[in-house]
Each structure stands twice: as C-alpha cells, then as structure tokens.
Nanobody, 125 residues
Framework: QEQVRESGGGLVQTGGSLRLSCTGP????????LGWFRQAPGKEREGIAC????????WYADSVKGRFTASRVEAANAVDLQMNSLKLNDTATYYC??????????????????WGQGTQVTVSS
C-alpha cells in the first residue's frame, strides 16, 4: 500500500468548517476506496467516511452524515473531506486509509492499511 498524507487540520470554532485532504505518492492509490478515520484522545479510531476511487459512491458514519462530505479531487490525486457544522466532539486526529464500507454506517480500514501521521482538528467553543 502506498503511504498517504493528510493535511488541512486546524483550530476552528463550533459551527465552523474545515477541509481536509488526503494525498499519496502514487497516481491512483491502487484504485482502492479511500476512507477517513478519526481518533479522539482516549477513544478508539472511528471510521467516518469511505469513498470509491471513482468518487461516485460514498458512505458515512451516522455521527457525521449530513455534515461531512468526501470527494475525489482528480487533478490533485487527492480525496478531500469537507467538514461543516463542526461540533466539539469532532475534535480528533484525522487519518485516511483504504477502507471497506459494511453498510449501516460501519466503515473499517482495509486489511493491512498503513496509517500516516494524521492531521489534528480541534473544535473550540
């Protein structure tokens, strides 16, 4: 698996927006579906979005559905995550990795997924 890199995190107030980006050194990530995951301090990593490499289909966890949108940015060889209406409990380190969507909002990393450094998102009141 090619190593991915996340960027775009930062500090934002509740109700604000951020756009994260996931890029890789290769040209097509091996044509895998790519997902966004997050881990808050003291909590397990949570899969929140998974999008096919074509960008035609995306799945979301219930916790972010209607607020977050994943998209493929072909020109940049990237997969972005637009985050709107941010809440305090969206504070976490966000990662991207190849994903599997099981339905019912359950999103898992693909077998053998390698994690990058992640990008920190902090939502303040």
């Amino acid at each position: 698996q090619e190593q991915v890199r996340e960027s775009g995190g930062g500090l934002v107030q509740t109700g604000g927006s951020l756009r994260l980006s996931c890029t890789g050194p290769g040209t097509n990530f091996g044509e895998s579906a790519l997902g966004w995951f997050r881990q808050a301090p003291g909590k397990e990593r949570e899969g929140i979005a998974c999008i096919t490499w074509s960008g035609n289909t995306a799945w979301y966890a219930d916790s972010v559905k209607g607020r977050f949108t994943a998209s493929r940015v072909e020109a940049a060889n990237a997969v972005d995550l637009q985050m709107n209406s941010l809440k305090l409990n969206d504070t976490a380190t966000y990662y991207c990795a190849p994903c599997i969507a099981l339905g019912g909002g359950i999103i898992l990393p693909s077998s053998g997924a390698k994690w990058g450094q992640g990008t920190q998102v902090t939502v303040s009141s």
